[in-house]
């Protein structure tokens, strides 16, 4: 494997010396210039649900705090459908400031004082990780579509072995929303012992077909975009545009609860006096979709939009166990805080409660934080301090129960 | 105004006798031979929202039953977004037997013994009456985009102007489900001394920021095809397929509730045993999907698709009255029965019990059946008990109230 320049604990650097990886690697820091990144080689092949190995693959993340003696204060954050591993700090893409700030820092509930933080692009991403804009070693092009489906096992397995290379043999808490709350529940089925504390938020063990449609009706607006080329728009030097702003306006409306919406927007006009009686975006609530399209389609690549959606889509845990979702956590010991939103209506809170009872039926430890929001499926991501409290409580008690130090003995040690 | 073939009542014939008209009834019936049409001609011009006059116009309606000597038997249909005339025959276009006939016939709820009932395309719309695809007189050829902004007040007008055409002074019920609902809602309010009875199903008296955030990913998805033209697409011979596909699938999944998703299609993959890890439609729900989307572009115009939607946005009859729904309906003698679905997340059960508030405040008589069920909004259309009773007992209840006979006397009269 190789490191990226600024990579903390880097191990000794090994030697694969491929072409193809000095290539993949000056691709990726090209794109990402910001972010640590580690490339597995060939020695290191990701074996994929699809059924054939991927090699060789690059992670890239970013880190914050620091990593006490004992490796045993890492906290993994999982990143939502179209996230990034900046969250924390600025996006060098959209120079937005990290997108869990509210969560993460100095006396924030995850505490950059007390945690080492690390958060991943996902595999099949578009911000330095391998995806389907990578290049291809075999061809000396962009993957496109030849990249293999990639799941939420395989992101959970690429993050596993980076988590290795860093040479952390448990995490202390693994969390994120959304797609990322499907990755923390996949941690803890298949690494229960890597992970003392889980957190997934506004999630579910699976995409219901609901789901599935929206995210059906994305993928094929972007395919109906002639701009596509079949998924070969790098080499026509185009991107489809048009198809994946469509795609993000339809996914956006899933995201936020009809109340914020009517809360936020109603039926309000924008920036004028009386309708138009035309097609123009008369309405707030137009404007705003449009807006959201647009600004998308300069931050995310389309192709990994198919990837990242198949992977939500694919997830289904219970299936992996009989069918029956106990079975995946038989004997954790991991402890659990779920958190699930009222008006979430992509992952409602019965899909959480779901998840809920066949943690109970496994006999593990699972608090479930059900709360009251119009905020919709966004929530995580927003304002909510019911939210940043039951995090707070959580890591505050699952920090005693790691034996982990309290920050007054911490400082005392330091003086 | 000019009358098709085999209209009934036909007023005695005036002679506008533009080429112009000529030419769109030809047209017209060209593109719907088996309907009844009526053309209004320049001495009839329909004043639109939009501050100009549509003229001529031409509706094209289909009747069932036969209207009483004294003309007080007739219900008025009036059908949904993407709906058409053929409530209770085949659609010459799809072939498929009409899309209420589980209310309407002979025996029926809506019974075609008892009542005269008439369904006619809305203004706007592509199954005969005027819109997007017809020829503007002024260019000779396709509107376009250069047909006005149509409105639900539009439609509603239009229709008006075709039942006094057919000589009825007052309709015994209006009844439309969705869009639909919102015609019944508007005729109310417009022409209450002409509705005796009226049943919005599954609507509102506004779109919510919600809708409107639906409908407009669905426009975008139709003006990024290529193939649109800038809605010009009949002049190259084309359509934009693709945008429109989309923006039916995305409309679909608003019709159905989760729930409805879960049960029918679930995570169930069409015809494999499994996943083929590509982007196939591996999920039956997404195979559905495709098919929609597939099989609506062949029997609408994404022009006229574009106008419905504009309608059914710009809808909000409170802001017509200052904000003051009940103002809609001060001393109104209508009786109205309001039906709404438990899942119907376009029109939940809340939007039309703020209609209800309304009427109560306007001191109307109104009944209100929230109807507990799983087919989402979708329901109005499907096989609904429930709903068939609640109308059938209503329009009883008021069939007897405006003093019709009833069956029995009337088989006697006949005898």
């Known amino acids: 494997m190789t490191d990226g320049p600024s990579s903390p604990n880097a191990p000794e650097q090994q030697n694969p010396s491929q072409t193809d990886i000095d290539q993949d690697i000056a691709l990726q820091q090209a794109r990402m210039p910001a972010s640590n990144t580690v490339t597995f080689g060939k020695d290191n092949p990701l074996p994929l649900d699809a059924g054939l190995d991927l090699s060789p693959f690059t992670l890239a993340y970013e880190s914050y705090g620091t990593l006490n003696d004992d490796k045993s204060n890492a906290i993994l954050i999982c990143h939502a459908l179209t996230g990034d591993q900046y969250a924390n700090s600025p996006s060098p893409v959209t120079q937005k400031p990290g997108w869990w700030k509210r969560l993460i820092g100095p006396g924030k509930p995850v505490d950059t004082d007390k945690y080492f933080v690390i958060c991943s692009n996902v595999l099949g991403g578009c911000n330095g990780s391998t995806g389907p804009a990578s290049i291809n070693p075999q061809t000396k092009q962009a993957y496109g579509l030849e990249l293999p489906i990639i799941t939420i096992r395989d992101m959970v397995r690429a993050q596993a072995?980076?988590?290795?290379?860093?040479?952390?043999?448990?995490?202390?808490?693994?969390?994120?929303?959304?797609?990322?709350?499907?990755?923390?529940?996949?941690?803890?089925?298949?690494?229960?012992?890597?992970?003392?504390?889980?957190?997934?938020?506004?999630?579910?063990?699976?995409?219901?077909?609901?789901?599935?449609?929206?995210?059906?009706?994305?993928?094929?607006?972007?395919?109906?975009?002639?701009?596509?080329?079949?998924?070969?728009?790098?080499?026509?030097?185009?991107?489809?545009?048009?198809?994946?702003?469509?795609?993000?306006?339809?996914?956006?409306?899933?995201?936020?609860?009809?109340?914020?919406?009517?809360?936020?927007?109603?039926?309000?006009?924008?920036?004028?006096?009386?309708?138009?009686?035309?097609?123009?975006?008369?309405?707030?609530?137009?404007?705003?979709?449009?807006?959201?399209?647009?600004?998308?389609?300069?931050?995310?690549?389309?192709?990994?939009?198919?990837?990242?959606?198949?992977?939500?889509?694919?997830?289904?845990?219970?299936?992996?166990?009989?069918?029956?979702?106990?079975?995946?956590?038989?004997g954790t010991q991991t402890r659990f805080c779920i958190v699930a939103f009222s008006t979430d209506w992509l992952f409602p809170p019965a899909e959480g409660r779901l998840v809920v009872h066949a943690l109970n039926a496994a006999g593990a430890s699972v608090s479930f934080v059900e709360i009251d929001s119009d905020k919709g499926h966004d929530a995580f991501l927003l304002d909510e301090p019911e939210m940043l409290d039951a995090i707070d409580g959580f890591l505050k008690s699952a920090h005693k129960a790691r034996g982990l130090p309290d920050q007054k003995e911490e400082q005392e040690a330091h003086t």
């Open 161 to 330: 072995m980076l988590i290795e290379h860093l040479g952390i043999e448990q995490l202390f808490c693994v969390m994120g929303g959304s797609m990322g709350g499907m990755q923390v529940i996949q941690w803890a089925s298949a690494y229960p012992e890597r992970c003392f504390a889980a957190i997934p938020i506004a999630t579910g063990a699976r995409h219901t077909s609901q789901n599935i449609a929206f995210h059906e009706v994305g993928r094929q607006a972007i395919m109906a975009d002639p701009n596509w080329h079949g998924g070969r728009y790098l080499d026509h030097d185009t991107t489809p545009r048009k198809g994946l702003g469509v795609a993000r306006m339809a996914a956006h409306v899933t995201y936020m609860s009809e109340q914020s919406l009517q809360n936020k927007f109603g039926r309000n006009l924008q920036n004028r006096q009386s309708k138009t009686f035309t097609f123009d975006a008369d309405f707030q609530i137009e404007s705003y979709l449009r807006h959201q399209g647009m600004t998308f389609v300069d931050r995310f690549d389309a192709n990994s939009y198919l990837y990242v959606t198949r992977a939500m889509d694919y997830y289904d845990l219970a299936a992996d166990h009989d069918g029956q979702l106990a079975k995946a956590f038989m």
